[in-house]
């Protein structure tokens, strides 16, 4: 029903940019009704919160990547990106797409793991 294909991962040194890309294919509804996000898993963590629109658009951010991240969607284009920032060490992790159909009588997971579609994951190294 709906596939999720990040890219853009890479290795860059600390304070360096990416910018991550998801593509999504969506069989049923249309891109616009999906509340996305952002997670990422550091070797030996577990899955954590990075970025997410909420059922108004708006955009959240986890504390430890407020100011230096950017998260956006084209839904013109079924994409979703992550702009990062002055990446640091402790941001190396493998970061993942998500993606939950937004119904009428519920509001999108924002930053709470309940998303239902996820991606498979880009790599994400930060050297010191």
């Known amino acids: 029903q709906v596939r999720l294909v990040e890219s853009g991962g890479g290795s860059v040194q600390s304070g360096g940019s990416l910018r991550l890309s998801c593509a999504a294919s969506i069989s049923r509804y249309t891109y616009s009704q999906y509340c996305m996000g952002w997670f990422r898993q550091a070797p030996g963590k577990e899955r954590g919160e990075v970025a997410a629109?909420?059922?108004?658009?708006?955009?959240i951010y986890a504390d430890s990547v407020k100011g230096r991240f950017t998260i956006s969607r084209d839904n013109a284009k079924n994409t979703l990106y992550l702009q990062m920032n002055t990446l640091k060490p402790e941001d190396t992790a493998k970061y993942y797409c998500v993606a939950d159909l937004e119904l009428p009588w519920a509001p999108c997971p924002k930053l709470r793991n309940e998303y239902n579609y996820w991606g498979q994951g880009t790599q994400v190294t930060v050297s010191s």
């Open positions: 629109f909420d059922e108004d658009g708006r955009v």
